[in-house]
């Protein structure tokens, strides 16, 4: 009798053993997953080595992602002790499995952040299409001597392919913001229409050059002027060049009134 009272825990003692919560515990016994099989003369609940030996197996297989359900089901099989140990071994390498190739991953990705790895041309191009370098250029041409332009080139001199990568799919977006307000029927005007404005005044703003609603506004409007840029914008949806300027023109003067 005194030797078996000495296996005997207590919720407490069972949950420091096992380094979880005795609400977890508690839970446990209120659903039928795990229920103590033994109360002290006082009336306590206590926990048997048959029911600490069930609760390991509890404890792994939530690691390993298992919902209750399903443990409950696991354990409630007639199997041996060692079957669900194998189980549980072959889940838990195929689990380290996939952390050793996310390891290899991260580590790749360290050394080309150690390396500083900046894009290359052929980087953009595959990016932003084979007219980047002449649009480059012509950009360079035209606004080289600008405070935006230098502003612009001190921010991007230290971007990498997954910084630029960064930025195409951030651009996607808020092309998404605009078009998706377009085939909602949403007017430029429109709150919709001004937030994606915003946001993709704000997206300049801390990836290039200041961008002040003003200067937002000249940049719209070059948007239809220059047929090229127009070209850019109507190509992902007829109409858009002259609707995201009308946006842009609502927000600034949004922003304005705000004080913004």
């Keep these: 009798m005194t030797e078996r009272t000495q296996t005997l825990l207590t919720v407490g003692q069972v949950a420091e053993r096992l380094e979880i919560t005795v609400r977890t515990l508690h839970h446990y016994d209120e659903i039928e997953l795990l229920q103590p099989s033994e109360r002290s003369p006082a009336g306590y609940r206590l926990y048997t080595e048959a ?12 690691r390993l992602g298992f919902a209750l359900e399903e443990i409950a089901l696991l354990l409630d099989h007639p199997e041996s002790v060692g079957q669900h140990l194998r189980r549980q071994r ?7 499995d996939e952390m050793r190739d996310l390891v290899t991953a991260i580590d790749r990705a360290l050394e080309r952040e150690m390396n500083d790895e900046h894009a290359t041309t052929e980087d953009m191009k595959e990016l932003f299409g084979e007219g980047f370098e002449d649009a480059q250029a012509e950009a360079e041409q035209r606004w080289g001597d600008s405070d935006a332009w230098q502003q612009s080139q001190r921010r991007t001199k230290g971007y990498t392919k997954a910084d630029w990568e960064q930025v195409k799919a951030e651009s996607d977006a808020l092309h998404k913001g605009f078009t998706d307000a377009m085939d909602a029927g949403e007017p430029p005007t429109s709150d919709a229409a001004m ?16 961008c002040p609603p003003q200067f937002h506004r000249n940049l719209a409007d070059m948007y239809v002027s220059d047929p090229r840029f127009t070209a850019t914008y109507d190509e992902i949806r007829p109409g858009m060049a002259h609707y995201v300027r009308d946006a842009i023109h609502a927000n600034a003067d949004r922003q304005e009134r705000q004080g913004g």
């Design 51 to 62: 029911d600490l030996t069930r609760l390991q197996h509890v404890v792994v297989y939530r």
């Design 90 to 96: 072959a889940a838990v390498q195929h689990r380290l």
């Design 195 to 210: 937030d994606a404005a915003e946001a993709h005044r704000l997206n300049i703003n801390e990836r290039f050059y200041d």
